[in-house]
């Protein structure tokens, strides 16, 4: 079992910078491809990037446009998502998920969400 947490969002202003983080309270991350996701008011859920257990892989949504980058610390359970250049329409719930593999169908363990509000 692995309980994720998600923290470092907050209300910036466009073009700004922010890391949010997402650490496992219970269990390793080390095992599992790690990825993003966002959700905006109204709007369905929206991959923001995947990396793999061993860091050799990385995958992005296609509106993330080399502004988003996604690292990992295994040594500290905890996966990274640092977000450049930021806009209003990047503001959402924000979400990490586990999963077995890169490849794997489906997550295994969510976490509740950080929200990230971009003004402009």
């Known amino acids: 079992q692995v309980q994720l947490v998600e923290s470092g969002g907050g209300l910036v202003q466009a073009g700004a910078s922010l890391n949010i983080s997402c650490t496992a309270s219970?269990?390793?991350?080390?095992?599992?491809?790690m990825a993003w996701f966002r959700q905006a008011p109204g709007k369905e859920r929206e991959f923001v990037a995947v990396i793999s257990q061993n860091i050799d892989t990385t995958f992005y949504g296609d509106s993330m446009s080399g502004r988003f980058t996604i690292s990992r610390d295994n040594a500290k359970n905890t996966v990274y998502l640092q977000m450049n250049s930021l806009k209003p329409e990047d503001t959402a719930v924000y979400y990490c998920a586990a999963k077995s593999a890169v490849g794997a169908s489906s997550f295994d363990y969510w976490g509740q969400g950080t929200q990230v509000t971009v003004s402009s």
């Open positions: 219970a269990g390793t991350i080390t095992n599992y491809a």
